[in-house]
């Protein structure tokens, strides 16, 4: 991989979106096979079922999800050694299995997994601790959840694939040393134009701008602070648009209304969300009225406990690194059961949801570094980081607080951290990595991965 990030760097702009393109048809191999389009099918169908049919079908696909997890992960066989797995047969049922937390499945995670890695896909997540984590996916999990999200978005108006959209992601696209204002990449095997997140100053969206323009997307997805810079940069300057999306679809933070509000009015078009995390969580996605539903096909989402918004997840799609009552960290508040849409989905409904927090560090010119791109630092360093926290008091320097695994953490990860820091914040803009034994809390007892200590412009 850093062989070819390299090549990339090194080659010509033309080249450099060939080489995007190619990893485009590469990845496309692994995520719209035979099974997607089967899946899409299966969905398109599903939609039509009563409520009673799809819980019946959360219920069979659970009791077999569980035992499957028992049957070839042993980090699970141990787990529910002293638990009759096959008297597992309801939803209420899976009350019987205890809750796994992030530090369980980081500290055991080659049990965790039933497959080989040469099998498998792998998904890295840094999540809202810092914790680096490598879940391997099949490829069957893989094309599922591409169905399924794909699906979401067809109901709205997007076919993915068929029409152009432009993405705002954590992909380093733009070399260091690059001169030219040139911020995107083009996946022909997508229709889709990957535009960086890292270089979004007030003095580069005028290009961003121009290209959106000349690009014409049908449709906007990834960061919601990417996207919402550029909607304000857009209103700010009064510019016009020559093309309107059918829909945008913000992934990884959570939206606020105002954000929300702004993307709508710049762009002329609905906003919709959707809630799947990398580690594979099961999904929520919005209806054509904007509202949250559950996708039952999915897995299952239940409360943590009483007296918190937390919730627990079991889901369906990840039988390479099985998710059962997994304590996730996201909260979510449901709707009460009689409430229905008119949208004609009679899923359960979730009112809200919270928790990807909408955090950013500053690099030295000012460009913000979303919080998922901050925890994806620690994607390379696998498993090894109990918790990292992020200290920004002045604008070309950050402090990099890591409670490490001693007995995984190699001294050469510091170096890594070091190279991935300079990828996403550039080389004007200093790291400086403290071990500690403990990161302090926040005075309400949470954990933040992000402190930015600068007056928020
Ligand atoms: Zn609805």
Same mark, same amino acid.
């Given at each position: 991989m850093?062989v ?20 485009g ?12 389009y ?11 079922w009563?409520l009673?049919?799809k ?5 069979k ?11 070839n ?5 141990e ?14 049922d ?11 499945l ?28 490598v879940?391997l ?20 108006g ?10 705002f ?5 733009v ?5 030219c204002?040139?911020?995107w990449?083009?996946n ?7 535009f ?11 290009? &961003? ?17 990417s ?6 940069y ?20 959570t ?5 929300r509000a ?5 762009f002329?078009?609905?906003?919709y969300?959707?809630?799947a ?36 997840v079991t ?10 009552? &997994? ?24 009112k809200?949801i ?7 560090l500053?690099n030295?010119e000012?460009a913000?570094?979303?919080s998922?791109n ?14 990292a926290?992020?200290?920004q ?32 914040f ?32």
């Amino acid at each position: 991989m850093n062989v070819l990030q390299n090549i990339y760097d090194n080659s010509p702009v033309f080249f450099q979106h060939i080489m995007t393109s190619v990893k485009g048809y590469q990845n496309t191999k692994n995520r719209f096979g035979r099974i997607y389009y089967e899946h899409r099918e299966f969905l398109r169908d599903f939609d039509n079922w009563t409520l009673e049919r799809k819980c019946e079908y959360q219920r069979k696909e659970l009791i077999k999800f569980v035992r499957y997890a028992y049957e070839n992960s042993s980090f699970y066989h141990e787990l529910y050694k002293d638990i009759d797995i096959y008297s597992i047969e309801n939803i209420d049922d899976l009350k019987k299995l205890p809750i796994v937390d992030k530090e369980m499945l980081r500290s055991s995670i080659e049990d965790v997994y039933t497959v080989n890695k040469k099998d498998a896909l792998e998904g890295h997540t840094g999540g809202t601790t810092g914790k680096s984590l490598v879940v391997l996916m099949t490829r069957e999990d893989m094309m599922k959840r591409m169905a399924t999200l794909d699906h979401f978005k067809s109901k709205v108006g997007f076919e993915n694939l068929k029409m152009r959209r432009a993405t705002f992601n954590g992909k380093h696209i733009v070399p260091q040393n690059q001169r030219c204002k040139i911020f995107w990449r083009y996946n022909a095997a997508c229709k889709q134009m990957i535009f960086s997140s890292f270089h979004i100053t007030e003095e580069n969206m005028k290009y &961003y701008v121009d290209e959106l323009n000349k690009f014409k997307p049908q449709a906007l997805d990834g960061f919601f602070t990417s996207m919402c810079d550029i909607a304000g940069y857009i209103e700010r300057h009064n510019i016009k648009l020559s093309f309107k999306p059918v829909a945008i679809f913000p992934t990884s933070e959570t939206l606020t209304a105002e954000g929300r509000a702004r993307l709508e009015r710049v762009f002329d078009c609905k906003v919709y969300d959707q809630y799947a995390s990398s580690e594979g969580a099961p999904f929520v996605v919005e209806c054509q009225n904007q509202v949250l539903h559950i996708d039952l096909s999915t897995g299952v989402f239940e409360k943590f406990n009483a007296d918190s918004n937390e919730v627990l997840v079991t889901s369906f799609t990840t039988h390479g690194t099985p998710l059962i009552r &997994y304590r996730i960290g996201d909260s979510m508040i449901f709707a009460d059961t009689e409430e229905v849409c008119n949208c004609g989905n009679n899923q359960p409904i979730v009112k809200k949801i919270e928790g990807r927090k909408l955090d950013f560090l500053y690099n030295a010119e000012g460009a913000k570094i979303n919080s998922g791109n901050v925890s994806n630092l620690f994607k390379n360093i696998p498993n090894a980081i109990i918790r990292a926290q992020l200290v920004q008091d002045r604008m070309d320097e950050v402090t990099i607080l890591l409670e490490i695994d001693k007995k995984i953490y190699k001294k050469e990860y510091d170096m890594l951290l070091l190279n991935e820091f300079e990828h996403k914040f550039g080389k004007n803009t200093r790291a400086i990595i403290k071990h500690v034994d403990e990161i302090p809390r926040a005075k309400s007892g949470k954990f933040q991965m992000i402190r930015n200590n600068i007056e928020v412009k």
